[in-house]
């Protein structure tokens, strides 16, 4: 059970946003650990445009990463492994 959780929280997620201009990679651990933009969302006009687009990709990234710790503590924290001897 540890071992799949700790495998969780290493995982990477990966979301974009503005049609795939705006890519963050995020850790099951809640780590945001890349953030790539395309040059096209660089507008000096409208530079708030690149921070909503960074903020929307990561928030999807980590809500990847949330939806597959919770995937793996739904499936593992029912069990009552106490019994088999396996030294929990």
Do not use: I
Not at 13 to 35: D, I, K, W
Not at 37 to 42: H, Y
Not at 66 to 80: F, I, N, W
Request: glycine fraction near 14%; charge should be negative.
């Amino acid at each position: 059970m540890a071992e799949a959780h700790k495998r969780a929280a290493e995982t990477t997620f990966e979301a974009t946003a503005g049609g795939g201009r705006v890519t963050a990679v995020g850790r099951g651990s809640g780590e945001v650990v890349e953030v790539r933009l395309d040059a096209s969302v660089l507008d000096p006009s409208d530079p708030e445009l690149v921070g909503d687009l960074v903020v929307a990709a990561v928030n999807q990234a980590l809500g990847k990463a949330k939806l597959s710790l919770a995937g793996v503590e739904s499936a593992t924290g029912s069990l009552d492994l106490h019994g088999l001897g396996l030294g929990l």
